[in-house]
């Protein structure tokens, strides 16, 4: 590995003057997860780490009047060990539960997962699902973004130098509301996604319509997509097989995925479609309360 | 006698003899007498009075793991393989 | 399941705890990487970045000049070797590929070829260095397709190749090199007229990709390079005497001068045979005159050490429609990578090896491509040809309504039967491994549940014998210290300790087990094709006869009997007129009466037969996604006779699941300029815990007759059914035959899909 | 600006004071300064968990941690597992059910399956095989793993009822 510093600030001003200062030659450090393996391999070389672990704000896991906080640094297994992150925000649980092994989940964050902006982020679809805004500070004071706003392109994204990924919120969830995020593997644990879905949805009072939804995808874009019309369509549908075939179809329409190492663009156009269907039905099923047996991983 | 067996790249040299008959109490000397049976056999077979390097010979069942001095039973089959190696 | 006859033995089929087992469970055991000596640099290796290229020139010196660097070499450090072929133990090698494999030589032939290497203070310095060394290339176009490389069009890696063949006549030097350095043909009976008998015949192309033993272990070696000229040699190897004379040959050194001290092993599968970093580090340390580490990063393992051959194969088979198999052609082609040496002999001998074929011809091909030269993988070879066979066959099965088992045992080898390559079977255990599975829980069991599907297929593994050395001293607590050179990839040294202990007729725990090195140990060939047990037993079981003969002698000493009144048995002495002394008394007699007891065993001439196996396996199907579950497993084995049957078990259990993961997902995956895009563990994917469901084994046992105790080896065969067997389950699954593997999702996906449409 | 510095930390118990790099990892500096070689470097990014250890109770790659994030630490490493002399449940366990065959990856393995107790004594086949999912064996085809696993929990479920 090249030759860094490496600090350690306390509050997120001296983080930002670190960062400021170095000017796009700094990287935040998290749980590492993505960034130390980067830099193994030469990928990066930033001249200075910034630990920020040891900022409180990034470590907040909390509920409020305007909804969930999750610090940037918070580690996967202290959400999915969250109770209200396991009863209401199940979508970014299941996320959290298959980022890499049980080891890596002690250490890799949402923020460090959304600021590596890799398209197959298995959280990204989850957080775009559920409403997630980012918060993030800098130079110029703090300014908010949608989560589906933050990456630009594969490893890039709206954070200009200087600034830092402080939180993402979540709205409170609505009654009659559930959501699940699953990814086609090839195996059943241990993999980047070839595709991930994310959906969240809202049920009327009968739980037999739709009221609304968020439907994103991963792993079949330059970034990780808000599938818009897919979501918009389901508004007011009843939810059964032709409304969510409608729904998998919108969605595999924006779909315009590359051929690599971990499947072809036809496989993950009709994966794109699968997923989607079979995501909507567990977080309908979620939706009403019901358990839908999902198996971790397969 | 022992009975070797000719590979095809062989055959030419035994005028297409599949199996050949040929005495001999160990390897050397069977090798010897097909060589005077049919000239250049040998060349094929050996490098420097040896086995040919990842060349491999099955007398009777068993490769043979004394080369040129494996003792040849008067009826044992005699078969040239590529040598195996394994995992 | 044991033959009725079973000998009655107290050691053999017990299942101690290895010796080695503490050391291990608390990390105490020294593999290659954990070997830390005064002074020692860290070495790390320039790997070409361009899967086919010429080299026309190398700068170090900016690397010589960074602070911290302590000596830089290239292949100009290496001495010429010229065109020599050397036996090596387990194979013969051209000397020149061997050292331009080492470090390339005026060309690179695959992507992560080693070029140069930097020993320095510490690891960070020899990497900053590595980035300091320029190398300008001459890019040529990668061939990376075998049946590409095998055309009249297609560019030649090697200068030096011509098409060679078992007793074909030397190629002249004048004549035009090619990518194919070799040609194979079997022929038994009569083709023509064999398949003009038979009522039905499936004829299907397949192909397979690159796969990797994937080791957790990276590659290591430390060498000290001494100013009297000796070099010691530290290294995780499967064998030390192999690396000591690849070592020797490499450096043109005397072999007396090179001692290899074998390591503990993280896992080899036969990848730790050929010789990678030691001639390398042993010049990093000449230059500095220091102790030199070198390891490898995984993705050098996967794109410079030796997987197993992608091929490319075409087979054919014929049977009668009341189920004897009449015919058999094969047509195999084997990515040799990029030197000769892929394990197309053994694949073309095994393609027909589990049947009694009357017609048959076979015809293989050793092909360089611009990837790694391959080396030895788990019954090389073996696994691709049963994965074409093994689906015919059901094929076959489905066609004419027979019972894929019952087919199996009807048509299976047997004692007796000529194989297509010539040699004819003695006793072996086919058919009983068949009926095994036949006879399971598992097969009788009705599977039900949509798109689930059930398989089976054999494998076959010829084993070897080689040669192995052991010595045995009588301590004076009636225990035994046995120092044995093959190297313990899997228990071996409990499992030949365990021999000894049952030829004195003392415990297993009275045994102390040390693999030794190469200067204290006699000659022992590599740890692998199923011999160790076999072998290095044989030569254990050796020395125990050697103690006895030496203790009769000391208890006729002590009793003034002559020694034909003195035999040894049921761990004791016993003399004239019920004269007794247990192994333990006259083990604390030995100092009065001549000193030290010390045996000597070894082995040459012994070979084994070969072992079979039959699996049986259970798939679910995702019909959308294309992807397989593995629901149940069983695995059955024709072991001869189970020394350790835990550590049999657990050899077939990790045979099985490196077969499932080559099956399903396992593959390297280039890209049209012949980087592997895949060189890590999270995309080379092999299988996690999370993948399989237990193994069941049923451990047949048909004695080898070559061996005292009956073994047979049993590491390799268990990789050679499971991709068979598992595409036979999805046919039975979801209707699709697959003839490619790895029979990823998309792959299968594809083809559901097309059955659908 | 990137010298070298010290880091102060708790391994098995012991507090220990090492000078490194920021550049190093926890693996680099276990092994290579602190002679920690009980933990195994397989594949260097996270994928094979031989490097396991358990940091402030967590188990994490070492390999993904660097040495200087370790500051304050309290760590357990394999050389930590066993109490003086006496092999703890996990390890025996492993060792009777012959739960490993290279061994190279058994340390990562047994210091997961401590953490896996420790946050769930009574895991079920299922519960095991996802915990344990990211650590790679190669040899074993995990079913003696599994067993081994199973084993020590029920050892450890009758110590503690007893």
Known sequence: MHAFDYQAPTTVAEAIQLLAKHNGTARPLAGGTDLIDQMRVGRFAPEVVIDVKKLKELNVLSVDADGLHVGAAVPCYRIYSDETVNSQYTALADSCHIIGGIQIQSRASIGGNLCNSGPAADSTPSMIALGGVCVITGPDGTREVPVESFCTGPGKNVLKPGELLVEVRFPTRPANSGSHYRRMIPRNEMDIAVVGVGASVVLDASGQKFASARIALGAVAPTPLFAQAASALLAGQPVNDETLDKAATAAREIASPITDMRGTREYRIHVTGVLVKRVLQAAVARARGEDIGYCRGH | MPRVFIPPPMRSLTEGEEVVEVGGTNLRQVIENLEQRFPGIKERLCQEEEIRPGLAVDIGGSVATLGMLQRTAPDAEIHFLPAIGGG | MATADKPKYKVIGTRPVRHDGADKVTGRAKYGADIKLTGMLYGATLRSPHAHAKIKSIDTSKAEALAGVRAVVTSADLPEQGDRIVELGEGAANMRHLTANVLARGKVLYKGHAIAAVAADNIHIAEEAIKLIKVEYELLPPVLDVRKAMSAESPVLNDDIRTESVGSAPASKDSKPTNIAKHFLFEKGDIAAGFAKADVIVEREFDTSMVHQGYIEPHNATVFWNTDGKITVWLSTQGSFSVRQQTAELLKVAISNVKVVPTEIGGGFGGKISVYLPPVAAMLSKKSGRPVKLVMSRTSVFEATGPTPGSHMKVKLGATKDGKLVAGEAWIAFEAGAYTGSPIGPACMCVFACYDLPNGRVEGFDVCVNKPRTNAYRAPGSTHVAFATETLINEICEKIDIDPADFRIKNAAKEGVRRVDGPVYARVGMVETVEAIKNSEHYKAPLEGKHRGRGIASGFWFNCGLKSAASATVNPDGTVSLLEGSTDIGGSRTGIAMQLAEALGITAEEVTPTVGDTDSVGYCDVTGGSRVTFATGIAAIEAAKDIQRQLIARAAMIWDVDASKVSYSDGGLHGPAGKHLSFKEIAAKLHGTGGAVIGRGTSSEATQGGAFGTHCVDVEVDVDLGKVQILRYTAAQDCGTAIHPSYVEGQIQGGAVQGIGWALNEEYWYDEKGEMRNATYLDYRIPTCYDVPMIDTIIVEVPDPQHPYGVRGVGEVPICPPPAAIANAIYDAVGVRMHDLPMSPPKLLAEILKKES | ?162
């Open chain 4, 1 to 162: 600006m990137s010298g070298k510095r010290v880091v102060t930390l708790t391994i098995n118990g012991d507090q220990t004071e090492v000078l490194c790099e920021p550049r190093q990892t926890l693996l680099e500096v276990l092994r290579n300064n602190l002679d920690f070689t009980g933990t195994k470097e397989g594949c260097s990014n996270g994928n094979c968990g031989a490097c396991t250890v358990l940091m402030d109770g967590r188990p994490v790659v070492s390999c993904l941690v660097l040495a200087v994030e370790a500051e304050g630490a309290e760590l357990r490493t394999i050389e930590g597992v066993a109490c003086g002399s006496h092999l703890d449940e996990v390890q025996s366990a492993f060792l009777e059910g012959a739960a490993l065959q290279c061994g190279i990856c058994t340390p990562g393995f047994i210091v997961q399956t401590e953490a896996l107790l420790a946050e769930n004594p009574n895991p079920s086949e299922d519960d095991i095989r996802f915990y344990l999912a990211g650590n790679l064996c190669r040899c074993t085809g995990y079913d003696k793993i599994v067993r081994a696993v199973q084993a020590a929990a029920e050892k450890r479920q009758v110590a503690r009822s007893v």
